[in-house]
Each structure stands twice: as structure tokens, then as C-alpha cells.
């Protein structure tokens, strides 16, 4: 695989502004792997009108909890991932860049969202399912101009503005980036 064509884990994809497709139009995902096999990363500024209480019913901490869930992609929807900033509490979790983890413990996290709700929005996001590619996939959307890789701050991961990320993250890249965000998806558009 051409190294150009390669996403580190903590590394972001913008997508292109005339990436229409209702998976990704307007997406910012953080890649977790990237490799020969394939690709896995989730969707950070795509909040669901569902939050814990409905999703996890049953679950003794997580269904009594109005904490939000956000859609990580169009694959396997009825799997839960989670990202955070908790590493210490959370044992088993991988490091997917610099200061973020995915997965780890789920009780522990659950323990941990109950004892400081507020605190763990800016350390803490869920989601549900996950983007996916198979092997050379990426690289192919990659060189047609599907995405636009970037790297910022994890900050945008969990920042409380997670609508406005497309625009922020293509503006972390300049000039360039500043164009990009303010293109309509095409002509007709206007």
C-alpha cells in the first residue's frame, strides 16, 4: 500500500464537499486502523436523538443515564463503540492516536460516566456502528478525491459543537481548508 494512500490511527478524513453520499456528506471521521486488510474509523460529529436511557434499557448504570450516542457509521449499526480520554480507568483500552483510546472496560466506564456525567462529555462519546472499508478501498477514495485527510487536535472529538466540526477541521488545513468549507456539493447548489 502507497504510504500517501495511508491513514494513521488519530489521524482525521474529511469528506470532500461534493461527497454526497447520506453516510458521509458533511462527515469528520477519526481513523482508528488503517493497514493492508483494511480500514476502521467512526464518525465524530454525528449526534443521535437517542441517548443511553433508550438505547441500553436494561443496562443498571447506561439505562437510567441520558448520556448521548452519536453514529459512528453505516456498518453494523447494532454495535456500541466508545472513544475516550480515560485510559487509567478504563483497563484494555488501545490507543487509536495521541491522547485517545477506544474501548476498555465497559462497567468501568459505565462506573465512571455515573459518577461525573458532566465531566465525562468532554472525555467520553459512544456510538453506534462504525465505518469500514475492505482492503485497498480506502486507498481507492483516497485518490479519487472522496476525502480529504487532516490532523487536529482530539479536542474535536469531543468538543460540545460536534455540528460544526466539518468546517473547523478543513479550516485547520489553511487556505486550502478555507476554500474546501465553504464550497457548495456542486453547481447546482448555488
Partial sequence: MADAYRIDAGGFLCAWPDLVDPNFFHRVLLMCQHGDEGAFGLIVNEPLEVTTR???????????????????????VTTLQYLHRIPAELPGAEPVGED????????????????APERALGEVRLFLGYSGWGAGQLEAELRTGSWVPATCGVDEVFSNDPEGAWQRVLRSLGDVGEGLSSMPPGPDWN
Avoid at 57 to 75: A, K
Avoid at 100 to 115: H, I, P, Q, S
Fill in 54 to 76: 433508550e438505547l441500553l434499557t436494561s443496562h443498571p448504570v447506561f439505562g437510567s443515564l441520558d448520556f448521548p450516542v452519536f453514529r459512528g457509521g453505516p456498518v453494523d
Fill in 100 to 115: 485517545v483510546w477506544l474501548g476498555g472496560d465497559f462497567e468501568a466506564l459505565a462506573r465512571y460516566v455515573a459518577r
